[in-house]
């Protein structure tokens, strides 16, 4: 069977090669409003584009949308996938240290899971309670500020830290998350959940 990405590739590859390549929505954003010529409900059509292919196209992107809606509340359904707002969790079960399960997610095309606010670290949680596991947590100490910060290096805006942690005083340079969503910082070399998010 073909995996979450797999389909979201093939339906975004469909959507360039029988709209874009073919120039049949071009940059729908950036489309300006033209009153008047607004055949289908919130697209604006195209200035100098025929309403067939117009119409072709819109009704292209509503199948899409709807296929991946589908497969997504199938991914959800059989517990593959947490979402959350934009953001799509999923571990692959496999346990190994930081650097490993930071490159998985990236190859993925996403990065490890980072929790932003209370229902992202419940997202999280539900896998680690799910497969029993403690998992790295997309954080990591900055030698310079001292202070924990995401992986792209911003200072966290939200933080979970488990009673008395961080205790590791930068000898800890990894987190992980237990079992009740709460954080330790650890060492980077333990075998730990992968979870990413993309
Ligand atoms: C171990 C490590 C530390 C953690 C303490 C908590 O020593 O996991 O990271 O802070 O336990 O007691
Ligand atoms: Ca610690």
Redesign the pocket.
């Known amino acids: 069977m073909l995996s979450y990405s797999s389909y979201t590739l093939t339906a975004v590859a469909a959507l360039l090669v029988t709209c874009h390549a073919l120039n049949k929505c071009p940059g729908i954003s950036e489309l300006p409003d033209i009153p008047g010529r607004d055949v289908l409900k919130g697209l604006p059509q195209v200035p100098g584009l025929p309403v067939s292919l117009d119409t072709e196209c819109h009704n292209h992107l509503v199948n899409l949308e709807h296929r991946l809606f589908q497969l997504e509340a199938v991914f959800a359904l059989n517990g593959k996938i947490k979402e959350v707002g934009k953001k799509v969790f999923a571990t692959n079960g496999k346990k190994v240290d930081f650097a490993s399960a930071l490159r998985s997610c990236e190859e993925a095309g996403g990065t490890l899971a980072t929790p932003m606010n209370e229902e992202e670290n419940k997202a999280i949680m539900d896998i680690v309670k799910q497969y029993k596991q403690y998992a790295y947590l997309g954080i990591k100490h900055c030698e310079t500020s001292g202070q924990f910060m995401d992986i792209t290096g911003r200072s966290l805006s939200y933080t979970k830290w488990?009673q008395?942690?961080?205790?590791?005083k930068g000898k800890?340079k990894c987190v992980?998350m237990y079992m009740d969503g709460s954080w330790?910082?650890?060492?980077c070399n333990l075998y730990r959940l992968t979870i990413c998010e993309f």
């Open positions: 488990h008395h942690e961080p205790n590791g800890e992980e330790n910082d650890k060492k």
